[in-house]
């Protein structure tokens, strides 16, 4: 019964590539997040989706394009991906007018780019 | 702009040490703060959480009280356990900015037997 679902959870490509990690929250809620985090630990947002809304775009490169079908999913497509982008990818979801008040995370999307 | 300073880990404490992780923050309106855990390969998880000055946040032990005087909010626990091992992120969060979570670097938690 997991609550916010990433997959896959591992992920290891090449330089140049596009790929793609999907996430779904089965708990209702209605705003859902993107996370970098990088080597150092340091965690900081990317986007934020609000009833498929974009609400925070924070200065990602467009090579990252977040898609939200429904208020259950948002998935992050990277295209050519760099060496910098490895990283661990957390997806993460709210209540209904809660915003960042309570986040749930899910389990992260470890990124390597060789 | 909004940020969050933590100390700097590692921490390494025995067993039923008291524990302090430090967290200052800067913010252009009122923040609420929070604590979030991480625990190895997992995602992080809510700690506790404060709304307004001199509160206190508490949680599985760990506590945290919001200082406006000293824009500080540090974890505090009196008896450490194994099971405490991880990482700890010190957050804020703006009114009128309710959607982003601004974290601080993460303080590296372990505690040995």
């Known amino acids: 019964d997991t609550a916010v679902s990433q997959t896959p959870k591992y992920l290891v490509t090449q330089m140049g590539n596009d790929k793609s990690i999907k996430c779904e929250q089965n708990l209702g809620h209605d705003t859902m997040y993107w996370y970098k985090q990088d080597s150092k630990k340091f965690l900081k947002i990317m986007f934020s989706y609000n009833n498929k809304e974009l609400i925070i775009n924070e200065t990602v490169p467009n090579r990252f394009s977040p898609k939200s079908p429904d208020k259950a999913h948002l998935n992050l497509h990277i295209n050519s991906l760099e060496l910098g982008d490895s990283a661990v990818y957390f997806c993460?979801?709210?209540?209904?007018?809660?915003?960042?008040?309570?986040?749930?995370f899910g389990s992260g999307t470890q990124l390597s780019v060789l | 702009g909004d940020s969050v300073t933590q100390m700097e880990g590692p921490v390494t404490l025995s067993e039923e040490a008291f524990l302090t992780i430090n967290c200052t923050y800067t913010?252009?309106?009122?923040?609420?703060l929070f604590w979030y855990v991480q625990y190895p390969g997992e995602g992080l998880q809510l700690l506790l959480k404060a709304t307004k000055a001199d509160d206190k946040g508490s949680n599985k032990g760990f506590e945290a009280t919001y200082r406006k005087e000293t824009t500080s909010f540090h974890l505090e626990k009196g008896s450490v356990q194994v099971s405490d091992s991880a990482v700890y992120f010190c957050a804020l969060s703006v009114r009128g900015s309710n959607y982003k979570l601004t974290f601080g670097k993460g303080t590296l938690l372990t505690v040995n037997p």
């Open positions: 993460a979801s709210s209540p209904p007018g809660q915003g960042a008040e309570k986040l749930f």
């Open positions: 913010a252009t309106g009122y923040p609420s």
